[in-house]
């Protein structure tokens, strides 16, 4: 028989999930007194958590700190840890789209342009080509 159930995770059971959007992005996670940011793949999203893969290092009940598209240091606990991946619960819900924006867009670069090259030479079949992929 198991013991007696808390009202906070009875609560918790009869929650309806958040919706989880299955996605393909790169996320850092920062673990207090363990050096810096580790790279983790996440696999599924949503506004209350996400699962990431790559997590052996992670502990459940740790808290960590997630930065994932254009959200920074978003604080969460690690609620569960399971064959390499780990789910994770954010402290406050977040907005999913901030997660899979672009955290910047390039600016052209400002460098000069290079001149048109000039041909090698000019004897043979070959005076013409400028490059290999020069049409």
Not at 6 to 17: C, F, L, T, Y
Not at 54 to 68: M, W
Not at 70 to 89: C, F, K, M, P
Not at 101 to 128: D, I, Q
Request: hydrophobic share 40%; charged share 25%.
């Amino acid at each position: 028989m198991s013991g007696p159930v808390s009202s906070d995770s009875a609560a918790r059971e009869h929650q309806p999930r958040a919706e989880r959007h299955r996605v393909m992005l790169g996320a850092l996670i920062e673990r207090f007194g363990h050096g810096g940011a580790t790279r983790h793949r996440v696999r599924d999203l949503s506004s209350t958590g996400v699962r990431v893969d790559q997590a052996e290092r992670l502990q459940r009940g740790a808290t960590v700190l997630v930065t994932v598209g254009s959200l920074a240091a978003v604080g969460a606990t690690v609620v569960w840890v399971d064959q390499g991946a780990a789910g994770l619960r954010f402290a406050q819900p977040i907005n999913p789209d901030d997660a899979r924006a672009k955290t910047f867009v390039a600016k052209p670069s400002s460098a000069p342009t290079r001149p048109p090259e000039e041909p090698l030479g000019k004897a043979g079949w070959l005076g013409h080509i400028r490059g290999a992929y020069d049409r």
